[in-house]
């Protein structure tokens, strides 16, 4: 599992705090971080093999970029506005089609699309290694439902 060990909490439109944690370190941690690890562990992060930070293309009139607290799971993608609400939203990544969008198209960098079914959204990671990572982690999301498809499959015939 890759875990970015710092997460933003949004306290308000002006504040937000990056909040720093160690997860071998948890009893040393001050009460907010525990908090945050705590949450960690709820049905939504128990499945996680890639958490971290991304930028969302809104949908909005203007289009801009929005920083997510992003999440995949077993089932798709989960992304936040703040970690300890609800998410925003749960994209499926299982038979989607990942592919990278040139720089050209929105004069930024590392940016992605998934696009589902009739569903598509866009995404920025930080840096190269980060893109890398996300795609990897959607690759492993994916090859590993299709081995269980296959192994179900295989048990009915």
């Given at each position: 599992?890759?875990?970015?060990?710092?997460?933003?909490?949004?306290?308000?439109?002006?504040?937000?705090?990056?909040?720093?944690?160690?997860?071998?370190?948890?009893?040393?941690?001050?009460?907010?971080?525990?908090?945050?690890?705590?949450?960690?562990?709820n049905s939504n992060f128990l499945n996680a093999s890639k958490i971290g930070y991304l930028?969302?293309?809104?949908?909005?009139?203007?289009?801009?970029?929005?920083?997510?607290?992003?999440?995949?799971?077993?089932?798709?993608?989960?992304?936040y506005d703040d970690p300890n609400k609800q998410p925003q939203e749960l994209f499926p990544?299982?038979?989607?089609?990942?592919?990278?969008?040139?720089?050209?198209?929105?004069?930024?960098?590392?940016?992605?699309?998934?696009?589902?079914?009739?569903?598509?959204?866009?995404?920025?990671?930080?840096?190269?290694?980060?893109?890398?990572?996300?795609?990897?982690?959607?690759?492993?999301?994916?090859?590993?439902?299709?081995?269980?498809?296959?192994?179900?499959?295989?048990?009915?015939?």
């Open positions: 599992m890759v875990v970015e060990y710092r997460i933003k909490i949004q306290k308000d439109q002006e504040e937000a705090k990056k909040i720093e944690f160690d997860i071998s370190k948890k009893k040393q941690a001050d009460e907010q971080s525990q908090r945050i690890m705590k949450a960690l562990g930028f969302k293309r809104s949908r909005s009139f203007f289009r801009s970029w929005e920083e997510k607290f992003a999440v995949v799971t077993n089932v798709g993608l989960l992304y990544i299982i038979d989607s089609k990942i592919t990278k969008v040139p720089k050209e198209k929105y004069n930024r960098n590392h940016v992605f699309s998934i696009m589902s079914f009739n569903l598509e959204i866009e995404f920025a990671a930080q840096n190269e290694d980060e893109y890398d990572s996300w795609i990897k982690a959607f690759q492993e999301l994916q090859n590993e439902f299709d081995k269980r498809k296959n192994s179900q499959l295989a048990n009915i015939q």
